[in-house]
C-alpha cells in the first residue's frame, strides 16, 4: 500500500517490493485461543473494541519483511507493538486479491499459539508453547477469485509474542497476480494510524 501526496492510497503488488500495510488490533486476555473476541465477529477497523486496559482499535502496521524460501514473509513482533503484553491477545488481518479462485499455501510462524481465518472459515489452528519460526506450518487453503480476508489470532504466555505469514503456490513459490490491502473490500472509513 502506498501513500500518496493527497493522502489517498493506491493498491501496489507485492512483487513491487514495496511494503505492504496490515490491520493490527490488541491487545485482548488470553482466556485461550478458542474464546470468540470482537475481532472474530466483525471486522469494523472504525469500531472500538474492549481490550484488556480499555478501548482499542484497529491500526495500520508495516510488519518487517524477511526474505523466506523464495519470497518473502510479512512479521509482527506485537510485543513491542503492546506495552501489556504478557497473556495476551492480539489479530492482524490482511486482504489478498486473486485473479481467479486457486488453490495456495499459507505459510505460518507463532510465538506462541495461532489460529487462521480466510474469509470466515478456520483453516488452521495450534495451541502450544513454541517461539516463532517462520514456515513451521504449512496450511493449504483455497483463495476465491477477487478479495479474500485473511484473519490471524496469535497468543501470548509471558515470553516473547510474534506472528509469521506468506503465500505460496504447491511449488513454494510467490504466486503471480496476488494484490495485498489492509481493508481490501471493506467500505473505506478513517483508521487508526
Same mark, same amino acid.
Given at each position: 500500500?502506498?501513500?500518496?501526496?493527497?493522502?489517498? $492510497?493506491?493498491?501496489?503488488?507485492? !512483487? !513491487?517490493?514495496?511494503?505492504?500495510?496490515? *490491520?493490527?488490533?490488541?491487545?485482548? $486476555?488470553?482466556?485461550?485461543?478458542?474464546?470468540?473476541?470482537?475481532?472474530?465477529?466483525? %471486522?469494523?477497523?472504525?469500531?472500538?473494541?474492549? +481490550?484488556?486496559?480499555?478501548?482499542? #482499535?484497529?491500526?495500520?502496521? *508495516?510488519?518487517? #519483511?524477511?526474505?523466506?524460501?523464495? @519470497?518473502?514473509?510479512?512479521?509482527?513482533?506485537?510485543? $513491542?507493538?503492546?506495552?501489556?503484553?504478557?497473556?495476551?491477545?492480539?489479530?492482524?488481518?490482511i486482504h489478498v486479491k486473486a485473479p481467479l479462485a486457486m488453490d495456495a499455501l499459507l505459510h505460518v510462524g507463532s510465538d506462541q +499459539?495461532?489460529?487462521?481465518?480466510?474469509? @470466515?472459515?478456520?483453516?488452521?489452528?495450534?495451541?502450544? !508453547?513454541?517461539? *516463532?519460526?517462520?514456515?513451521?506450518?504449512?496450511?493449504?487453503?483455497? #483463495? *476465491? &477469485?477477487?478479495?479474500?480476508? #485473511? %484473519?490471524?489470532?496469535?497468543? =501470548?504466555?509471558? &515470553?516473547?509474542?510474534? /506472528? $509469521?505469514?506468506?503465500?505460496?503456490?504447491?511449488? %513454494?513459490?510467490?504466486?503471480?497476480? /496476488?494484490?495485498?490491502?489492509?481493508?481490501?473490500? /471493506?467500505? =473505506?472509513?478513517?483508521?487508526?494510524?
Open positions: 500500500m502506498r501513500w500518496t501526496p493527497n493522502g489517498k $492510497s493506491s493498491r501496489t503488488p507485492i !512483487a !513491487a517490493r514495496d511494503p505492504v500495510e496490515w *490491520l493490527v488490533v490488541g491487545p485482548f $486476555s488470553n482466556r485461550g485461543i478458542d474464546e470468540v473476541l470482537p475481532p472474530e465477529i466483525l %471486522l469494523d477497523p472504525a469500531a472500538p473494541m474492549p +481490550g484488556k486496559v480499555g478501548e482499542v #482499535l484497529w491500526k495500520k502496521r *508495516l510488519p518487517e #519483511l524477511r526474505a523466506a524460501g523464495s @519470497g518473502r514473509a510479512a512479521v509482527f513482533d506485537f510485543k $513491542s507493538l503492546f506495552t501489556r503484553n504478557t497473556q495476551m491477545i492480539a489479530y492482524a488481518a +499459539g495461532v489460529k487462521v481465518w480466510a474469509n @470466515g472459515t478456520v483453516i488452521h489452528r495450534r495451541e502450544s !508453547a513454541r517461539g *516463532l519460526k517462520m514456515d513451521e506450518d504449512k496450511v493449504p487453503f483455497r #483463495l *476465491l &477469485q477477487g478479495w479474500n480476508l #485473511l %484473519l490471524f489470532k496469535v497468543t =501470548q504466555g509471558n &515470553q516473547e509474542w510474534g /506472528l $509469521s505469514a506468506r503465500i505460496t503456490d504447491d511449488s %513454494l513459490r510467490p504466486i503471480d497476480g /496476488l494484490e495485498y490491502d489492509p481493508v481490501g473490500d /471493506l467500505p =473505506q472509513r478513517p483508521l487508526g494510524r
